[in-house]
């Protein structure tokens, strides 16, 4: 495994390993400039008077539900798939597209740590439990080595 590896060997595995990640960013920097999105979203009615006047958010940004998506009732449901209602000071509701779901985003970012950490803790485990059979087989070389002399 990686213990039987030689320094040479480490330096040059870690090296690509670096140069990879490098290139890597450099290619999805790129691609993030020429890809970027509109921020301009879809409103319902095609009314803009959030953009004319100050609004109130009614709802905060939540996603679409499945049938709003299928259906297309709701047109600002069809490029994000997340709304929110806005309420205009002239009194006009409007539903327009927002980007992102705070609380859905932040529930990923949690699952994706716990997650994380289950990984790394079963990672430590597995590596002491390899170390101590390592030592337990070196241990008995010694042993047999010392008996048989």
Same mark, same amino acid.
């Given at each position: 495994?990686?213990?039987?590896?030689?320094?040479?060997?480490?330096?040059?595995?870690?090296? +690509?390993?670096? /140069?990879? =990640?490098?290139?890597?960013?450099?290619?999805? *920097?790129? &691609?993030?400039?020429?890809?970027?999105?509109?921020?301009?979203?879809?409103?319902?009615?095609?009314?803009?008077?959030?953009?004319?006047?100050? @609004?109130?958010?009614?709802?905060?940004?939540?996603?679409?539900?499945?049938?709003?998506?299928? #259906?297309?009732?709701?047109?600002?449901?069809?490029? =994000?798939?997340?709304?929110?209602?806005?309420? +205009?000071?002239?009194?006009?509701?409007? =539903?327009?597209? +927002?980007?992102?779901?705070? &609380?859905?985003?932040?529930?990923? @970012? &949690?699952?994706?740590?716990?997650?994380?950490?289950?990984?790394?803790? /079963? #990672? =430590?485990?597995? *590596?002491?439990?390899?170390?101590? #059979? /390592?030592?337990?087989?070196?241990?008995?070389?010694?042993?047999?080595?010392?008996?048989? +002399?």
């Amino acid at each position: 495994m990686i213990e039987n590896l030689s320094k040479k060997r480490m330096v040059f595995g870690i090296s +690509c390993l670096i /140069l990879l =990640t490098i290139v890597v960013l450099i290619i999805e *920097s790129k &691609w993030m400039k020429a890809g970027t999105r509109r921020q301009e979203f879809i409103i319902e009615n095609n009314s803009t008077c959030w953009k004319r006047e100050s @609004y109130e958010v009614i709802k905060d940004c939540h996603p679409c539900t499945a049938f709003e998506i299928a #259906s297309r009732s709701q047109g600002v449901c069809v490029l =994000t798939h997340n709304k929110e209602v806005l309420k +205009c000071m002239s009194g006009e509701i409007v =539903t327009r597209s +927002c980007d992102r779901v705070a &609380w859905l985003d932040e529930k990923h @970012y &949690w699952s994706f740590q716990i997650s994380l950490t289950i990984v790394g803790c /079963l #990672s =430590t485990a597995v *590596s002491f439990l390899r170390q101590k #059979s /390592l030592n337990r087989r070196a241990m008995l070389k010694i042993q047999n080595q010392l008996g048989t +002399c």
